[in-house]
């Protein structure tokens, strides 16, 4: 991902201790992408073990098959499979099931966003392993689906031993042995069409440019429900289901989410611009939603009025890439398609004297991300430009500057 070159999530294997016939690991899970999330149903993890390991217990996560266990004649292991999947448990779960970072649902916040929230852990058992450095095989073939597809997960590669500090900071201990797996993100690895679009609109061109036509494709064209249907009011419409279908509400576009993008006023030495996010499925909650803008004013943003921002600096002095997300406990859940199924706000960004211009589009984001997912743009030639003609941009700006002072003397 360009605007987030180093992006990942890492799974570290830490062997706590040797078993007669295995060992315990902490499995760590970090989400090192900035502004790239795992929402529910959360996350899934899945590996090919080398030999004949088998797991005997989890705390904070569980198999989701238990496998032919059959061989064992006393006690039963948590699961015999050669390809464990593994999930974690949801919140609630009695204490001693939890260990810390657990139990989230397998939801994971994105780095920049909330750092704390961003990891997650388990506690795996595993027999018939090697009981040393060197007998200890590492598992193969690292799957993760987060919770579709999209991750590529490298080889599992043998590290430095972590280090642990006792919570008085005065004793160090280490891990017998530890191994890291990386796994990085593809958009085109994880669907075919983008999952969102933008539209866009300012205040000195009467054309709003919508997102282009089957932006997101059009593949559900004959399932989608328009927004008067009665069909919405049939219980159980909004349930989401398993393989995470859509319900989209028919539109030209076809997208989940739409972003919209509008020039609002230009002040003489700032310009104020208003972002709002529509959420048009119907079966789709986006919690701790994330929006990335790439625009060559965000080094100057003066203010964002109902977002929280955070400017994403990739490239040392290259400061054009800003994310925003919703403040916590007001804005941060997207709704279903509805009535309360969209975000917004404003901001107000100072101007550059020596590169300022409304010109050719230049108000307009440069890519839009939403959760991560790159969002189609409209064609550049379709952008609301300013009018050719300075004596009718006079016109307007004259006219513009008339209503304001007649809705404001009419409000007083």
Known sequence: DPLDPNGNITMKWDVMSWTPDGYVAVVTMSNFQMYRHIMSPGWSLSWTWARKEVIWS???????????????????PHCCKKTPTVVDLLPGVPYNQ?????????????????????????????GQAGTSNRTVKLPLNFTLLGPGLGYTCGPAKIVPPSNFFTPDRRRKTQALM???????????????????????????????TSCPSCACGCENRNKCIRSDSKLLSVVGVNTPRKDNLPL?????????VR??????????????????????????????WTLVVQHPNLNNVTQV?????????????????GMFYGTKFYNDLLMEAGKYGNVQSELLLQKDKNTFTLTQGWAFPRKVYFNGDECMLPPPDSYPFLPNSGHKLRGFFITHILCSVFTIAVVL
């Open 58 to 76: 989890m705390v904070g996560a569980q198999a989701t098959e238990q496998g032919d266990c059959s061989k064992f004649k006393g006690n039963i």
């Open 98 to 126: 939890q260990i810390s970072n657990c139990c989230k649902g397998g939801v994971l916040a994105a780095w920049g966003q909330d750092p704390l929230d961003s990891v997650s852990q388990f506690q795996v058992s595993v």
């Open 178 to 208: 530890t191994w890291n797996v990386t796994c990085t993100y593809s958009q085109f690895l994880a669907q075919k069409h983008p999952s969102c679009c933008v539209s866009l609109s300012s205040f000195y061109n009467e054309t709003i």
């Open 248 to 256: 989209l509400q028919c539109t030209h576009h076809m997208c989940p």
């Open 259 to 288: 972003v919209h993008w509008h020039v609002k006023v230009n002040y003489r030495d700032y310009w104020r611009a208003k972002i709002a996010i529509t959420n048009f499925n119907y079966r789709m909650n986006y919690t701790q």
């Open 305 to 321: 009025f109902s977002f929280d921002y955070k400017p994403l600096v990739a490239y040392g002095s290259i400061n054009d890439t």
